[in-house]
Structures are given as C-alpha cells and as structure tokens.
C-alpha cells in the first residue's frame, strides 16, 4: 500500500487526545507545517490544557473529562 494510499484514522480516546494515524499534515495559522513523526501516529489535544498545543502533552490528566461516542 502506498502513501497514498494509506488511510487516515482519527481515534477519539476517552478522557483524552485525538489519535491520528495515517499520511497527514498539521499547518498553523501562518500555514506553516508542523514537523511530524514518519509512520507514527500523533495526538492532538481537544482538553485545552496541553504545553504542547496542538499535540497532547498529557495534561488533560488533570481533571479533563469527555467519553463522547459518535
């Protein structure tokens, strides 16, 4: 499979970040892209208390609660 071809999977972890998974690019305001680990997936914070915005630094573990089911 190729790049390309790869899907991208966007997994809402309870309590917790967005998991994305698959070929993907972050931009910021400017539209400038975020450097992001080859074939790994990254974690994007949805609580609003990461350091690390718009990854997860694992603050939400401070009180964040959201176990939403689509």
Do not use: W
């Not at 305001?29 to 074939?39: E, H």
Request: charge should be positive; aromatic fraction near 6%; proline fraction near 7%.
């Amino acid at each position: 499979m190729t790049m390309a071809e790869t899907p991208v999977t966007i997994k809402v972890m309870d309590n917790g970040p967005y998991v994305v998974e698959g070929p993907i690019t972050i931009l910021d305001a400017q539209g400038n892209a975020f450097a992001l680990p080859q074939g790994r997936a990254v974690a994007l914070c949805r609580c609003g208390m990461s350091t690390t915005k718009p990854f997860c630094s694992g603050a939400h573990r401070n009180g964040f609660q959201d176990a939403s089911r689509a």
